[in-house]
């Protein structure tokens, strides 16, 4: 896995938002990424400390298309949540905040 991406995307719902909050982060993570690969990739991409790390498999939806509805399996995801130390942040998770 050298030179090759871990981190996917950041996952952006209300749930992740309202846990980023708590400084707690959800990234989506390439399907063979380990814990601690997930841990290192974050930390040096947000220049950040990571503290805890979670992760867990997601399985894809079922779901009809095309003109014969087929059934299409949607691909699994694996997630990692992270937690940082306290008063880190990540810029990404700030959402439209005014003062």
């Known amino acids: ?3 090759s991406v871990i981190v996917v ?3 952006i719902s209300e749930r992740s938002l309202s846990d980023a909050q708590k400084g707690v982060f959800t990234f989506e993570v390439v399907k063979n990424a380990t814990k601690g690969k997930a ?3 974050i930390s040096r991409l947000f220049n950040v ?3 805890g790390i979670t992760s867990q498999i997601v399985k894809g939806k079922t779901r009809f298309a095309g003109r014969k509805r087929i059934k299409v399996r949607q691909p699994d995801i694996k997630k990692v949540r992270v937690t940082l130390t306290k008063g880190q ?3 990404l998770f700030e959402v439209g905040q005014t003062a």
Do not use: D, F
Request: proline letters at 7%.
């Open 1 to 3: 896995m050298k030179n």
């Open 9 to 11: 995307r950041p996952i």
């Open 39 to 41: 841990a290192s990739e």
């Open 49 to 51: 400390k990571v503290t």
């Open 89 to 91: 942040t990540i810029t």
